[in-house]
């Protein structure tokens, strides 16, 4: 699979030896999961000043959405409730690998200073190997800003 690498500004593709990088899926997978807004829940209250309930457009035609909801916490104010939130929303956008990619998965979040969420993500696959990967949200201006760190 050809490997989406992210990064604060978005996400991109890198060139090794002249051709396109690629990865094993898990690693793209995992991030395009949980950084593709799903489509909010008509329980979910919306960001202030906001009606769009987002959501990607493929839903329509899949058995299960695709995406998470942390971008439901871009205006919340970085409290445990928002990062019990974080947790919850990263691990139902992970179910899906759980049919087939992984046997397990465990999601944890902490803060880290004043304007920084950090998720950390465990999932150990079939064969069970372990693969660990960390995502940090940066709080700023009443946005919410994905930078990630690769597999760790």
């Given amino acids: 699979m050809i490997g989406t690498y992210w990064h604060q500004n978005g996400a991109d593709h890198s060139i090794e030896d002249g051709k396109l990088a690629e990865d ?23 960001p202030a000043g906001t009606t769009d309930r987002r959501g990607w457009p493929g839903d329509s035609f899949a058995a299960s959405p695709w995406g998470s909801r942390l971008w439901l916490l871009a205006r919340e ?30 999601v944890t979040a902490s803060r880290q200073g004043r304007e ?14 372990v693969m660990r990967y960390g995502i940090s949200l940066r709080w700023a201006a009443h946005t919410l800003r994905g930078e990630v760190s690769h597999a760790l």
Wanted: a positive charge; zero cysteines; aromatic letters at 6%.
């Fill in 24 to 46: 094993d899926g898990l690693n793209s997978l995992v991030f395009m999961m949980l950084m593709t807004d799903a489509r909010a829940k008509d329980s979910d209250a919306l």
């Fill in 77 to 106: 104010k970085l409290t445990t409730t928002t990062l019990q939130r974080a947790e919850d929303y990263a691990s139902e956008a992970l179910v899906p690998l759980l049919k087939g990619m992984a046997k397990r998965y465990r």
């Fill in 116 to 129: 920084r969420l950090r998720l950390y993500i465990t999932i150990t696959k079939p064969d069970d190997t």
